[in-house]
Structure formats: structure tokens, C-alpha cells
């Protein structure tokens, strides 16, 4: 049986705060490729969007993802960061895999066979991003990683360089949302002109127009406070698994986000020192985002409502608590205003 696996192909998921998984796979593949370490999730996560919107999606109480998968299909986001690190790219949407599955697989092979990682969102686990880098069996089995990379197949020998955290599946591609092939290497800007873009991108992220799918930005943010007043589906204990399912994943995303643009920030002040004013506005605002948002987990008991999950039964707690979620909005929407 023949079995290859890349080299230098990056484990998700080790940094718990990278929770965006495209741009996770794109600091992973940059890796094996051998490309610049600033090139890391800081980076993608920068220059395809994820840090400067927010997403909801309906129908509600639905777990909310970052905006490169959420809006995957239109490919911006997904074309902002193959642009970035100067990569062309081929994407195939599910239709196109389950009508031509088997040329689909041995592409797969061909791309690894040339040291080209592959990424397939929805392989294992939720339809998020994962990097396929190898496989066995002539291509029947797919290896890779995953945020959630599943167990070694039973019947496989492995030897040292493989790790029990690799995802091994056969017969997974039906599962599979969209594919990402790496192509030829092509221009690309400099790590400094790439944020300067990032940066005078955003006032492009308010413009987000909402659909009945999903909302963006500000929209986002008012649909989530929103739904907290809606007494019906919170009546008993045993209704809250799904509104606190959703709660949380907009509370990483908001937490996500304002932990990293921190860091995006103080890379651009020293890389883009034309953009110094625009730079200083945006740390102020997010800052005064950082705050609001401080005060909404005060509030609410911890991240995940550790203190009295059952608070949210109060309908005096959850109006208190939409206003704090609408503060955090109000703030973000002025912090990326001006731009």
C-alpha cells in the first residue's frame, strides 16, 4: 500500500485561542511550503476579515463561525489570503466533489504527491477547516489535522513520524462542504503591504450587506442582544442548551477577536507608519470594545455563565444583559467607523 504524508505540516489547534480554523490551516500550510513565519494566524486572520466583523446566523440558536466560513462559498475571504501569501488556488464546491468523487480523490493525491497540502472543510467533524496532508491506501485514506482530528485506523502501521492526534478516514469526501487546492506561486505584496490592505479593509466589513442567513458586523451584534428577548425559549433549564450553544460561540468570536487585534495592531505601528493615525483610532476604539465586552462577562457570571447558568431564565437578567451585548456593538461599530 502506498502512503505519503508532507512534512512540516503544523498541528491545529495547539494554540487554543486560534479559533478561526481557515486561518489556522493557512499558518499550517505556509509551514510545510517553507514560506515566512510572520505568515501565521495573526496574519490570515487579518487579511481575509475573520477579526473585524462579527457573524449571526438564522434561523437562531444555530453556532455561529468565523466570517472565512461562514462566507466561504462567495470566496473574498478565501481569495484575500491566497492573495496575500501569493498563491493561486482552485475551490470546489460540495456539488462538483460528490458528482466527480473519484477524480476529486486522486487530484488529492496529486497535490500531496507534489508536497501540497489540501484544504477540505468538513472532513471530520463540523464543516470547519482542516488541512489534508497525506494519505495511504493509494488515496482510499485521507490523513490530515483537524480541530477535531479523530482516532488511528485500527489496521494501519505507522511509523515515527505520525501522530495519534492525525485524523485517518476513508470515504469521507461526501462530508465535505468545499475544497481548497494550492496552485502555482504567483506575485504577491510585501507582510507590511498586506496589512496596510487588512487595515483600510475594513471600512469595507460595515458595508457587509446582511442576508436572511446571516448578518454581520453591527447587524450581528443586535440580532444576538436581540435574541436574548425572546421569553419564549427560555422558560425552563431544559430549553437552554441551544440558546447557550450559540451564546457562547458569539462570545468566543467577540473574545477572539479583541484578543488578537491587540497583537495585528502593534505589528502594523511598526510596519505601516502611514497608516499611524488610522492605527491609533482603531486602538482606541477596540480598546473601549475590550472594555464593554469586560463588562458583559462580569455580568453574565463568566465566559460560559459559570457562575448561574439558570440566570438566563430572569427576563430582567437577559434585558441587562442584551444591553450589554448592544454596548459591545455600539463600540465596535464606532471603532471601525472611521476608517
Known amino acids: 500500500m502506498s502512503r505519503r504524508l508532507i512534512p512540516n505540516v503544523e498541528k491545529l489547534y495547539e494554540n487554543k485561542a486560534e479559533n478561526y480554523m481557515f486561518p489556522s490551516c493557512m499558518r499550517s500550510a505556509m509551514s510545510a511550503l517553507n514560506e515566512d513565519e510572520n505568515y501565521d494566524f495573526v496574519f490570515f486572520a487579518a487579511v481575509c476579515g475573520d477579526f473585524f466583523t462579527q457573524t449571526w446566523l438564522e434561523p437562531k440558536w444555530r453556532y455561529n463561525d468565523s466570517y472565512s466560513n461562514v462566507w466561504k462559498d462567495q470566496q473574498l475571504p478565501i481569495q484575500q489570503a491566497f492573495d496575500a501569501c501569493g498563491y493561486e488556488y482552485t475551490y470546489v464546491r460540495h ?51 483537524s480541530q477535531f482530528s479523530g482516532e488511528m485506523c485500527d489496521d494501519e502501521i505507522f511509523d515515527h513520524v505520525f501522530s495519534k492526534n492525525y485524523f485517518q478516514v476513508r470515504n469521507q469526501l461526501k462530508n465535505v462542504e468545499a475544497l481548497i487546492f494550492f496552485g502555482k506561486k504567483k506575485k504577491r505584496e510585501t507582510i507590511a503591504e498586506n496589512m496596510e490592505k487588512a487595515i483600510l479593509r475594513i ?102 455563565f459559570e457562575r448561574d447558568r439558570k440566570a438566563l431564565l430572569d427576563a430582567e437578567f437577559r434585558k441587562t444583559l442584551s444591553q450589554h451585548v448592544k454596548r459591545v456593538g455600539e463600540c465596535y461599530q464606532k471603532a471601525i467607523e472611521e476608517i
Open 95 to 145: 456539488d462538483e466533489i460528490v458528482a466527480k468523487e473519484e477524480a476529486i480523490q486522486k487530484q488529492i493525491v496529486e497535490s500531496i504527491d507534489k508536497g501540497l497540502p489540501v484544504l477540505s472543510f468538513g472532513i471530520v467533524g463540523p464543516p470547519v477547516c482542516s488541512i489534508i496532508c497525506g494519505y495511504s491506501e493509494d488515496g482510499k485514506v485521507l490523513i490530515g489535522w
Open 203 to 304: 471600512k469595507d466589513y460595515k458595508k457587509m450587506v446582511s442576508t436572511e442567513e446571516v448578518y454581520f458586523g453591527k447587524a450581528a451584534f443586535d440580532a444576538w442582544a436581540d435574541s436574548l428577548l425572546c421569553d419564549e425559549d427560555f422558560q425552563t433549564e431544559q430549553q437552554l442548551e441551544g440558546p447557550l450553544d450559540t451564546y457562547r460561540s458569539c462570545v468566543v468570536q467577540t473574545g477572539t477577536n479583541l484578543y488578537h487585534i491587540e497583537d495585528f495592531l502593534r505589528r502594523a505601528q511598526q510596519l505601516c507608519p502611514n497608516l499611524t493615525n488610522e492605527i491609533q483610532h482603531l486602538q482606541e476604539g477596540f480598546q473601549q470594545e475590550k472594555e464593554a465586552f469586560e463588562k458583559l462577562i462580569a455580568f453574565q457570571g463568566g465566559y460560559f
